[in-house]
């Protein structure tokens, strides 16, 4: 079946610019997360959505970041005023639900954010 | 708060050796440990994960893992690489924590495979 799916692959922008991320889980899948992996390095929690509840987004770097999941579906990370330090890879995780049995999520391909 | 440590940002072996791929981790409760495989311009592809049910745990591409709780740690092997192994692996944490089971990863160990 699909799998996660995120667009743009590929943004390119120019500091200052505002930017939106788009994952579409999979169909079903209660939980989704969005990490921020800089290069060469690990991911890094952003946030986390149960449905369209965002319960967790202690992981957004600034209040320049914004993520949504309006329908508890599709899900939208924006950036604000984008900065050079915003350049990353963002990837996107849903899974069934949370049952505590350490899921751990399927991933998306990520969106490449590069800030010029 | 949990954390995971990976031993060896780069690890070179040659094809046909073992692969051993060091993690440990730190946590307060009993917690989930997994291993995630990163080929190039790709995203994460779960290769093993540890639920607190057997500590020997087996995964796809013939890799295994084995949770040691007295040495906190959950160290990846395969008895014999092949040059597709040749990747980025990350071991990441999880706990239970009423359905939010964030990831913390570790910074990751880049695998190179000698022909």
């Known amino acids: 079946g699909a799998g996660v799916s995120q667009s743009p692959r590929y943004k390119v922008a120019k500091r200052g610019q505002d930017v939106a991320l788009r994952c579409d889980p999979i169909?079903?899948?209660?939980?989704l997360f969005w990490y921020q992996q800089a290069l060469g390095q690990g991911p890094e929690f952003l946030t986390y959505?149960?449905?369209?509840?965002?319960?967790?987004k202690s992981g957004l770097p600034s209040d320049r970041f914004f993520a949504e999941r309006p329908e508890g579906s599709v899900s939208t990370l924006k950036i604000q005023r984008t900065q050079q330090e915003d350049s990353a890879v963002y990837l996107c995780?849903?899974?069934?639900?949370?049952?505590?049995?350490?899921?751990?999520?399927?991933f998306g391909p990520g969106t490449r954010l590069t800030v010029t | 708060a949990q954390s995971v440590t990976q031993l060896g940002s780069h690890v070179s072996v040659s094809e046909g050796a073992l692969v051993l791929l060091r993690c440990n981790y730190s946590?307060?409760?009993?917690?989930?440990l997994f291993w995630y495989v990163q080929y190039p311009n790709q995203g994460l592809q779960l290769l093993l994960k540890?639920?607190?049910?057997?500590?020997l745990v087996k995964g796809i591409n013939g890799f295994e893992a084995e949770f040691k709780k007295s040495e906190t740690s959950f160290h990846l092997t395969k008895p014999s690489a092949h040059m597709s192994d040749a990747a980025e692996y990350f071991c990441a944490v999880s706990i239970s924590n009423f359905g939010n089971e964030k990831l913390t990863f570790g910074t990751g160990t880049r695998l190179t495979i000698i022909p």
């Open positions: 169909s079903g899948h209660v939980s």
């Open positions: 540890y639920t607190s049910a057997a500590t």
């Open positions: 959505f149960q449905n369209e509840a965002q319960l967790d």
């Open positions: 995780a849903s899974s069934l639900e949370g049952t505590g049995l350490g899921l751990g999520g399927d």
């Open positions: 946590s307060s409760v009993p917690p989930y």
